[in-house]
């Protein structure tokens, strides 16, 4: 059973850095590409960053272009996301995705964790 | 940046009765366009990609068509667990980019 667990969620101040943790089980983690995607409150889903599966390759949405970065660690099955100058408006639920073979679309989401940036 | 835009963003239905959300590209995404569940306090589910493929446990109440910019989610009979919101979602060039949702309520 594929299972995915975030961590590293909080309160953080604006101009603040945060970095995310998911724990990835269930699949051969370094086989697969991964991803982040948030969702503010009452709003819609934003794809924010992806990675290959060999890490050589990364995306990052222009809104967090400059500021976010993802990797991960295939030894210990762990995806990261490093937010740096965060703003009010990166406040957001942040889920983990595993990407599909088939497609680059998430095929499984953790249960995400919450990111407020605020006074 | 394409842009997916779904009507209506809310739908009310009564259980039994059939549900056809849509979504709408603003440039040709070919097939590669995937749905997802959403409730509240929950995370997503995917539903179909491709299109039309339904994913692995998904229910065959669930059905996907369309290709280029239009595309149809159709749930054929609604059960009560089925009320949430939905997403349709490209996958075909970057940025990936999501629709606004339709919320599927009780009539």
């Known amino acids: 059973e594929v299972q995915l667990l975030e961590s590293g969620g909080g309160l953080v101040q604006p101009g603040g850095s945060l970095r995310l943790s998911c724990a990835a089980s269930?699949?051969?983690?370094?086989?697969?590409?991964m991803s982040w995607v948030r969702q503010a409150p009452g709003k819609g889903l934003e794809w924010v960053s992806a990675?290959?599966?060999?890490?050589?390759?990364?995306y990052n949405a222009d809104s967090v272009k400059g500021r976010f970065s993802i990797s991960r660690d295939s030894s210990k099955n762990t995806l990261y996301l490093q937010m740096n100058s965060l703003r009010a408006e990166d406040t957001a639920v942040y889920y983990c995705?595993?990407?599909?073979?088939?497609?680059?679309?998430?095929?499984?989401w953790g249960q995400g964790t919450l990111v407020t940036v605020s006074t | 940046e394409i842009v997916m835009t779904q009507s209506p963003a809310t739908l009310s239905v009564s259980p039994g009765e059939r549900a056809t959300l849509s979504c709408r590209a603003s440039?040709?995404?070919?097939?590669?366009l995937a749905w997802y569940q959403q409730k509240p306090g929950q995370a997503p589910r995917l539903l179909i990609y491709?299109?039309?493929t339904r994913a692995t446990g998904i229910p065959a109440r669930f059905s996907g068509s369309g290709s280029g910019t239009e595309f149809t989610l159709t749930i054929s009979s609604l059960q009560s667990e089925d009320f949430a919101v939905y997403y349709c979602?490209?996958?075909?060039?970057?940025?990936?980019?999501f629709g606004q949702g339709t919320k599927l309520e009780i009539k």
């Open positions: 995705a595993k990407v599909a073979s088939s497609g680059y679309y998430p095929d499984y």
């Open positions: 269930g699949f051969t983690f370094s086989s697969y590409a």
């Open positions: 990675i290959s599966s060999n890490g050589a390759s990364t």
């Open positions: 440039q040709s995404v070919s097939s590669n």
């Open positions: 491709g299109a039309s």
């Open positions: 979602q490209q996958y075909n060039i970057w940025p990936r980019s």
